[in-house]
């Protein structure tokens, strides 16, 4: 964690702590940081402002826990369902990316943009999920996190565009998610077939075999 406010040791503090954070992250999933003050959180959350404070001793440690928190579900997201098919668990990554920024609007422009001016710990966070989010597509794809420069360049400019464009997308959220997901995936997939011509040690996975009664997938150019 970046934070380190994690005043209380007890079960109880734990929880209390737990719950402040989950009232946070509902008051700042579609409102900006500046637009609420302590009153209004401590009045959403029914406590007293100071209850918050000894949580988190100023209002940025209070938020910087709730993006943590928020960002830590989708990290979670997009590592599990590792009995499915390559193919089927990145663009479940992918979906669950749109999700994340379409259900927490204004952390996710916080993360991607970096906050307000330079804010380094915003920038922390930032590196630490987009890391992740690298090692998890190129482990559902090459069966491997770890992967050669050119071919993680490759990855990081293909997440660079899946950044601007879910911000793009998140204003009115028109096309649909899933439209939205799978021109996503599709993108992925011409990146893989590019990362293979420069690195044939990250050869491009396979067409998924026909499922019981279905078409056959193309790869990742199914949709999401």
């Given at each position: 964690?970046?934070?380190?406010?994690?005043?209380?040791?007890?079960?109880?503090?734990?929880?209390?702590?737990?719950?402040?954070?989950?009232?946070?992250?509902?008051?700042?999933?579609?409102?900006?940081?500046?637009?609420?003050?302590?009153?209004?959180?401590?009045?959403?959350?029914?406590?007293?402002?100071?209850?918050?404070?000894?949580?988190?001793?100023?209002?940025?440690?209070?938020?910087?826990?709730?993006?943590?928190?928020?960002v830590?579900?989708?990290?979670?997201?997009?590592?599990?369902?590792?009995?499915?098919?390559?193919?089927?668990?990145?663009?479940?990554?992918?979906?669950?990316?749109?999700?994340?920024?379409?259900?927490?609007e204004?952390?996710?422009?916080?993360?991607?943009?970096?906050?307000?001016?330079?804010?380094?710990?915003?920038?922390s966070?930032?590196?630490?999920?987009r890391a992740?989010?690298?090692?998890?597509?190129?482990?559902?794809?090459?069966?491997?996190?770890?992967?050669?420069?050119?071919?993680?360049?490759?990855?990081?400019?293909?997440?660079?565009?899946?950044?601007?464009?879910?911000?793009?997308?998140?204003?009115?959220?028109?096309?649909?998610?899933?439209?939205?997901?799978?021109?996503?995936?599709?993108?992925?997939?011409?990146?893989?077939?590019?990362?293979?011509?420069?690195?044939?040690?990250?050869?491009?996975?396979?067409?998924?075999?026909?499922?019981?009664?279905?078409?056959?997938?193309?790869?990742?150019?199914?949709?999401?």
């Amino acid at each position: 964690m970046i934070n380190g406010e994690r005043r209380g040791t007890s079960g109880r503090s734990q929880a209390r702590r737990a719950e402040l954070i989950a009232t946070g992250r509902k008051l700042f999933a579609h409102t900006s940081y500046d637009a609420l003050s302590m009153d209004d959180i401590a009045r959403s959350a029914g406590v007293a402002k100071g209850l918050i404070y000894y949580y988190f001793s100023s209002k940025r440690g209070y938020y910087l826990a709730i993006i943590e928190d928020s960002v830590a579900d989708l990290v979670t997201r997009a590592a599990g369902h590792t009995e499915l098919p390559r193919a089927q668990r990145v663009r479940r990554t992918v979906d669950g990316y749109l999700r994340y920024a379409q259900h927490n609007e204004a952390a996710f422009r916080t993360i991607v943009t970096g906050g307000v001016g330079f804010d380094t710990d915003v920038q922390s966070i930032r590196e630490v999920v987009r890391a992740e989010l690298v090692a998890t597509i190129a482990e559902g794809a090459y069966g491997r996190r770890e992967i050669p420069p050119l071919a993680r360049l490759a990855l990081l400019g293909w997440l660079s565009a899946v950044e601007l464009i879910a911000l793009e997308w998140i204003g009115d959220q028109v096309p649909d998610r899933e439209a939205v997901g799978a021109l996503l995936t599709r993108l992925l997939r011409a990146t893989l077939a590019t990362i293979e011509e420069f690195e044939p040690s990250c050869p491009q996975p396979p067409a998924e075999e026909p499922s019981a009664g279905g078409p056959v997938l193309q790869g990742f150019s199914a949709e999401v």
